[in-house]
């Protein structure tokens, strides 16, 4: 049975438009009622139907993210001043600032200074169990991607699905992590198949490849680096070696409509012992955000 998902994508469409917006204009001073301006409808209904689809009022993702990006500025500049830090994210006082920090964060902001920035992706070895995936086929532009993934999420939406039972995942994405927006990719949006419950209208069936995969877990503000230096980094640090395979993405956002700020999402290559004697212990896969 076909599902209209009209309305789901035109939601997706206006929140995700707001979203990029607000990320954008962080500096600026911004107000709900500017807000509801750049999504075309009153500030109650942006207020009740932002909150409802990302679980944070647009207000509310504005001071979140200014906190995210002093968090990062800390930890990055321990030199700077707090009240340098606390004016540009908009407060005007070191004491307000810290109250609002640590209620994000759980920590005062002193204490990020002795935090060192992350500068590489973390690495570990993983076996990863063959789960059944329901997926849309992706084949175009690297820059048109994003409409595969809001096919995917407006589906589930129509069908109820809440967000905390859709994990999601891509299938075959080296080309992908490299290319360019006009480069064509082959790729496979996907959620998994048992937290979902749901057989999802319009979706393909597949399975993600089980086995051992080395995973680098990626966020804001660490580069990929290029194939062979993940490959050199696979075999140096865990005794494993990369073989043929497509790589997979899994998504980590804790976020439901997450920012640059926010990114997190972890790099699964398959690989198998190399011959030495101290290759790394498998870890067993943990389903979580």
Known sequence: MSINIDRQLRQIKRFGTLARYIDGHLDDTLTLAQLAEVACISRHRLDGGFHAYAHETPMGRVWRLRLQRARQAIIAQPER??????????????????????????????????????????????????????????????????????????????????????????????????????????????LLHAPLAHRISGLDEGRLRGGAYAVFRFESGVDIPAAPLLMTRIEEETGWRAVEGPWLRRCRNVQHLPSFLDRRFEVYVPVQPSGRADVAEAQAFILER
């Open 81 to 190: 001043s707090l009240l340098d830090v606390a004016c540009e994210a908009g407060y005007a006082s070191t004491q307000a600032f810290s109250r609002a920090f640590s209620r994000l964060h759980g920590q005062a902001p002193s204490v990020f200074r002795q935090y060192s920035p992350v500068t590489h992706a973390a690495l570990r070895i993983e076996l990863l169990p063959e789960m059944v995936i329901q997926y849309i086929p992706y084949s175009g532009q690297r820059s048109d991607l994003q409409q595969a993934s809001n096919e995917l999420r407006a589906r589930a939406m129509a069908c109820g699905i809440e967000r905390d039972k859709r994990f999601g995942w891509a299938v075959d994405v080296e080309a992908n992590l490299y290319a360019s927006g006009t480069s064509r990719i082959d790729t496979e949006a996907a």
